[in-house]
Each structure stands twice: as structure tokens, then as C-alpha cells.
């Protein structure tokens, strides 16, 4: 599951939205959407993640909060035992929704590509009236076009230095690991309920997790769960071999 | 004169899409039988000439037949083609089949904020944005269609299809991402 | 496309007079048979629209059918009296301040279609269209600026404010659609 050559081949492609990146990963696989696809790209997607993160790319913030969603699919299917909160259920189950849908339209914008501007049906061509008229009505004053100039740049698109504020706000994937495993390390025998309890916003909790399970992932964790609602014990595998559930 | 003839006469003099809604008021005129059978008249009637009748859900214009467009292309001094796009098809898409939508909506289905490239459509002249309340909605225009090459959206390849695959989503929780 | 259709099409984009010897010269015929044999078909084939074909010994034109004469005159009595509206001083204020200025530029600054707006200032002779190259430029008319008493430029209210509003905006980058 280690990301393969062509992770990075579509890592210099800019993808506006974490949907489109996604779709894109799921169907370059020939998958279909569900969460064994889902949990099967996950790696590559949080590859690009990371580098968009590099690169402070507009939008990362967003990419970020459905990774969240992605490695929380992935863990579950790394660790069946893992119990999943209604509200994790359903926001699984709403992401592969919205991604089929976003497919149909994904499919749809396809042929408008194709067919914009293939057979164009054209307007006549607009020619002024010849008979010289002046019709001035109570807007063509000096006050009057003040006040339409001043709603004009009132309304004009501010720049969006902002979003980039947004993006630095949030919890980076790699902070977030990084803070765990040495942490892990010192405790060396942490649980997740411990873990929970400390982070008081919901998506670290998340983050955090599924970091731990990246790092079991990779063979230096052992995870031990006693039975289905029992705490799920952590501890850093010193010999660092692989080991699974 | 009849009433299909009445339309294309305003339609022609205008020279540029009129609303239905206010065609309607000026004939004296419901939203009724009446009213389509005189567009589907028409329609038929035009089909063995060089003008089309585009219909939107709000919108009527007389364009020329697409058949026409490469040779209505040699007769124009400036290009007007141009490409719209991966980001702007995929919000046109989403338009056709879901208007009137706002744009929150058009954010929620696209995982992204849609507000260069709606304003982009805009300036186009391919959507247009009526308020309601303190939102806006988005609805197609006829130049959409125009580009398109159809008189109605309903002649879109495939379109019934992609309607009904959408239409089974109807039901998607609201949940975000 | 029989020939018939082809006129039809040139006479009703360019929604002027044609003439006939650059319309045959543009299709490759003579004046004879196949020629007025086009023209017969189309003038009988417009009978029952609301369009008709004019000829005269030099040109075509396609024209709203006299039984429609007085409908149009009401017509266009009417889209002379209604206000410019909120968007039209809107419009009307951009030309004043940034003239000679192209439609693309003022759909920019608006971020909407301007295109049936600026129709309804030329018709009421509240602005003035230069051809310049392929694009149209747009200018007070004499008339407005004495109306509004308006001699310079930089005379205008909070001239060099707004110019630098919409300056700066100019150089913000903008997704391109």
C-alpha cells in the first residue's frame, strides 16, 4: 500500500477540490466508489495532501478536513474491530454519496466540453438605432450615478489573501503525527480512550488517531484491542517488525 | 395574427432573449396549454429555415440553426469560442440539471468554493443570477444552449440519463465535507 | 444547406440590408435561375412567420411582416419609456467614469453580462458605440455630458478613488473560468 511511482506522477497536477482529486484517484484504478476504493487510495491522496500542504496551495484546509473522513474509512478497514460513532458512519457514508454523485456531474461536464461551442446557433448581430433620440430619466444625475459608482466598487471581488490564514489555521497531518509518536515514545504504553480525552476538538481526535494507525501501519506500533468496546491499547514496537492484527 | 407568430415577431425585433414571463404579459397570455402549443408551433414551423427558437425555463431567444454555426463562423470578424474549462463545465453541469440552485449548493456538490467561476459565467453571459430573498439562484441562459447547439436543455446528449442518476441522490444527507 | 436557408441565415444575423451581388459572390452563383429560384423559396417559404423578405434591385433585407406594423411601433414605444434601472446607472456610471471602455471591460467590473443593459442605453441615446479594430468602444454622449453638467473628467466626484478601486481590482488575478 507503500505510494507507488505514479502517486507522484499526478502530484504536480493541480486539483481544484479534494472531490476531484479523489474521483480521479478512484477511477485511474478503474474502482468503483465504496469504501474498500476509498480506503485504497487514501495513501496517495494524503501524499498529495502533504505536498499541496508544502506548497501552501489555496484550498488545502478542505482537502485536509476529508482526509480526516478518508483515513477514518481506512482504519476501519485496517482494524475491523474499530467501533465507528454514528456520526463517523454517516459522514462515511455521506462522502461516498457525494462522491457518486459528483461523478454523474464530472461525466456530464464531459460532454459539455465536447459539445461547447462545436455547433454554435448565433444572435443577430446587434446594430444600433439610426434616429438620433435623447431620453434622460431621473439616474442620469451627477448624485444619481455617484451613488450607482459607489454600489459598483462596493461590489467588486475583494482579493483572497484570506483563505491562506484558513489553511495555516489548521492541524497539519504531519504535526500531528509527529507530536503523537514521540509522545507514544515517551509513554510507551498510551490507549486511545487517554488520547480522546486530552484532545478536546472531535477532528483531532480523528487526525490523531488515524495517525497511530498510519504508524501501525508501518510496523512500529502494536494496537491491541481486548474486545469490541474495550479500550484500544498502543505501545511502540521496540524491535520495530511488522506485526498485524 | 396567431400567437406563434406574435412571439417570433417580438423575438426577431428584440434581437435578443426576452422573458417568458413578461412575453406572457404582454399577449395576455397564462402559463398554460395555449402558451406551449404556440412554442411547439413555432418551433416546427422554423425547423426548415435558418432560425431556431431557444427555450429556457425563463428565457426564449431566436438564434440561428446550429447546422449553420461553422458557416455563421466565416461571416464574423472576431472569434467568440473560447474554452470554459474543467471547473466551469463541472458548474455548468451542475446548473443545467439542478437550476434554480444557489451557490452554496453548486459549493456543496463541487467539495469547492465556486465563486470565481460563477462569477466568471456570469460575465459570460452562460448563467444568470436572480435574488431571492438575500441569496441568489442560477439559472441557465439561452446563450448556454446557444453554445450547446440545443433549443432545449432536454436535447442535451444523454440527458434524461444523467437526470435520473441525479434524481436518485435526491434524498443525499447534508452533511458536509 | 440548400441556398434558400443560407440567405436566410446571412440576412438575419446581420440583421441589415445585403448586397445581392456580395451575397452571390459569397455563395459562388450567378444571377439567374438558381438565384431567384432561392429567393422565390424563401419569400414563400417566410409566408406564414413573422418575417418577410424585402428585394430591391440591389439588396435583401429580412423585415417584420407589415400586418405586424403596428404591434412593432407599440413595441418600440415601450422600451422607450421605462428607466434605465439600478443596473443601467450602474452601467451609465462605469462609462462615465472609465470611457472609451470595451462591453468585456465593464462586464468585468460589473461581474455580469452587460450586453442587453448597454442596447437599452444606445437606444436612448444615453451612450455612443465607436468601432475600434475588432471590439466596440462606449462613450457618453455629448448630450448626457451637458446634461450633466459635467466639462472634465477629474471633475467628477471622488474621481481618482473610484479609478484606483477599480485600477487595483484590475491587476487582482482572476481565475479564469
Known amino acids: 500500500m507503500a ?16 472531490l476531484e482529486l479523489l474521483i ?22 494524503i501524499t498529495h495532501v502533504s505536498d499541496m500542504q508544502e506548497q501552501s496551495l489555496p484550498n488545502t484546509a478542505q482537502f485536509i478536513a476529508l482526509a480526516a473522513t478518508l483515513l477514518l474509512i481506512k482504519s476501519k478497514s485496517l482494524l475491523p474491530v474499530l467501533e465507528l460513532t454514528d456520526e463517523e458512519e454517516t459522514s462515511i457514508h455521506d462522502l461516498e454519496d457525494r462522491l457518486r454523485l459528483y461523478q454523474i456531474y464530472r461525466d456530464i461536464s464531459g460532454t459539455i466540453v465536447n459539445e461547447f461551442g462545436s455547433r454554435m446557433m448565433y444572435e443577430p448581430e446587434y446594430t444600433p438605432p439610426r434616429e438620433p433620440l435623447f431620453l434622460p430619466d431621473d439616474f442620469c444625475t451627477l448624485p444619481a450615478l455617484l451613488e450607482a459608482m ?41 490507549s486511545f480512550f487517554k488520547l480522546k480525552q486530552e484532545e478536546a476538538e472531535h477532528k483531532n481526535v480523528i487526525v490523531g488517531f488515524l495517525a497511530i494507525l498510519e504508524l501501525f501501519k508501518q510496523g512500529n506500533l502494536i494496537i491491541t484491542q481486548i474486545s469490541k468496546f474495550e479500550d484500544i491499547e498502543i505501545e511502540v514496537d521496540k524491535a520495530a517488525t511488522p506485526r498485524y492484527y | 395574427m396567431p400567437l406563434d407568430v406574435l412571439v ?42 435558418a432560425t431556431r427558437l431557444i427555450i429556457t425555463d425563463t428565457e426564449l ?26 471547473a466551469g463545465a ?24 465556486s465563486s470565481f467561476i460563477i462569477r466568471n459565467l456570469l460575465v459570460k453571459g452562460l448563467i444568470s443570477r436572480e435574488a431571492t ?45
Do not use: C
Open chain 1, 3 to 18: 505510494p507507488t511511482k505514479s502517486a507522484f506522477s499526478i502530484k504536480t497536477e493541480h486539483f481544484e477540490g479534494p
Open chain 1, 24 to 45: 480521479e484517484l478512484v477511477e485511474k484504478r478503474k474502482l468503483l466508489i465504496n469504501n474498500i476504493s476509498l480506503a485504497s487510495v487514501t495513501d496517495e491522496y
Open chain 1, 150 to 190: 459607489e454600489r459598483t466598487v462596493t461590489n467588486l471581488p475583494k482579493p483572497t489573501v484570506k483563505q491562506v490564514a484558513k489553511v495555516r489555521a489548521t492541524v497539519s497531518l504531519e504535526e500531528m503525527m509527529d507530536s503523537l509518536r514521540t509522545r507514544i515514545e515517551k509513554q510507551i504504553k498510551t
Open chain 2, 8 to 49: 417570433e415577431a417580438v423575438l426577431f425585433y428584440k434581437a435578443t432573449p426576452q422573458k417568458v414571463t413578461s412575453l406572457q404579459k404582454l399577449f395576455g397570455v397564462e402559463d398554460g396549454d395555449e402558451w406551449r402549443a404556440a412554442l411547439d408551433r413555432l418551433q416546427s414551423r422554423l425547423q426548415s429555415g
Open chain 2, 61 to 86: 431567444s431566436l438564434t440561428t440553426a446550429p447546422e449553420l454555426g461553422e458557416f455563421i463562423e466565416t461571416l464574423r470578424k472576431s472569434e467568440l469560442k473560447g474554452d470554459i474549462g474543467k
Open chain 2, 90 to 113: 463541472e458548474t455548468l453541469a451542475i446548473i443545467l440539471y439542478r437550476e434554480p440552485i444557489t451557490r452554496a449548493e453548486i459549493d456543496r456538490i463541487r467539495g469547492v468554493n
Open chain 2, 133 to 177: 430573498g438575500n441569496t441568489f439562484q442560477f439559472r441557465i441562459t439561452p446563450e448556454l444552449l446557444a453554445h450547446l447547439g440545443v433549443s432545449k436543455k432536454a436535447e442535451l446528449p444523454r440527458f434524461s440519463e444523467f437526470m435520473n442518476a441525479i434524481d436518485s441522490f435526491s434524498t443525499t444527507p447534508t452533511e458536509t465535507v
